[in-house]
């Protein structure tokens, strides 16, 4: 299917038959640590027939990973394909990937033959690209600031990582949160968020005694780095 450019960036989409009687050998492929951006459709079959999907049918991915782990997608029904995009669990692990589609329709349960997606290694992981676009950030931040008369010799400054782990959801206001621990905390710091990393455009950080709470609407997908710069001459 080739490429697209859309809202969420370049995204790479690939076709594939299945059938639910005949075994397929075609195996897809994938990259590891690749974020919304591959998506699969699949045209259905019944015994090398063509199968219509009613509007009331309920479509699924679902998936074995490498590490045993198993996960089902909802998928969408659209021009009697079915679409659903590979997400950032799918493409965490380089391995295979063991996939099914099931269709759900009243009280029946039918699912096509199993097919294989093959995720191949990412050069370099997110983690990698993202220390490495954090240090890129924090350097400039801090020549940028130190150009400046009025805050030379003023500034202190910090690094910090917060890992995929660290966030954790609280249901009761639908977010992620996840805190900094500090020693000493004034009103006269500031954060500034790894570029490359979006979960933090969106993010509320609260200041408390000692630590920074941030709160935001999605998980990270792998390490942010922080720079906390502090204005020593304003504390």
């Known amino acids: 299917m080739g490429t697209k450019l859309g809202g969420g960036g370049v ?3 690939q076709n594939v038959k299945l059938d639910f009687v005949l075994k397929s050998n075609k195996k897809l492929v994938s990259k590891q640590d690749d974020i919304n951006s591959r998506f699969i459709v699949a045209t259905l079959y019944k015994n090398g027939q063509a199968v219509e999907i009613t509007n009331d049918a309920v479509a699924t991915l679902n998936i074995t990973r490498c590490d045993g782990d198993k996960k089902c997608y909802r998928a969408i029904v659209e021009d009697n394909k079915v679409k659903v995009f590979l997400s950032d669990w799918a493409l965490e692990l380089e391995g295979e990937l063991r996939c099914d589609v099931a269709i759900r329709e009243e ?3 039918l699912t096509t033959m199993t097919f294989g997606v093959k995720v191949e290694k990412a050069c370099c992981t ?4 993202e220390d490495a676009a954090g240090e890129d950030v924090i350097t400039e931040l ?3 600031l130190n ?3 009025e805050y030379k010799n003023m500034v202190t400054s910090q690094t910090v990582t917060i890992t995929r782990d660290d966030w954790e959801y609280n249901a009761s206001i639908n ?5 900094i621990e500090k020693d000493s905390v004034t009103e006269s710091t500031y954060i500034i968020a790894n570029e490359y990393e979006g979960v933090l455009c ?3 950080i609260e200041s408390h005694n000692g630590s920074y709470t941030i709160t935001a609407p999605v998980k990270s997908s792998g390490a942010v780095t922080l720079l906390l710069i502090f ?3 304003n504390e």
């Open 147 to 149: 150009d400046y008369q």
């Open 202 to 204: 969106d993010a509320e």
């Open 11 to 13: 995204q790479c989409g």
């Open 107 to 109: 009280e029946a349960i």
């Open 142 to 144: 801090i020549e940028m």
């Open 231 to 233: 204005l020593r001459g």
């Open 126 to 129: 997110s983690g990698d690209i």
């Open 175 to 179: 977010k992620y949160e996840c805190t």
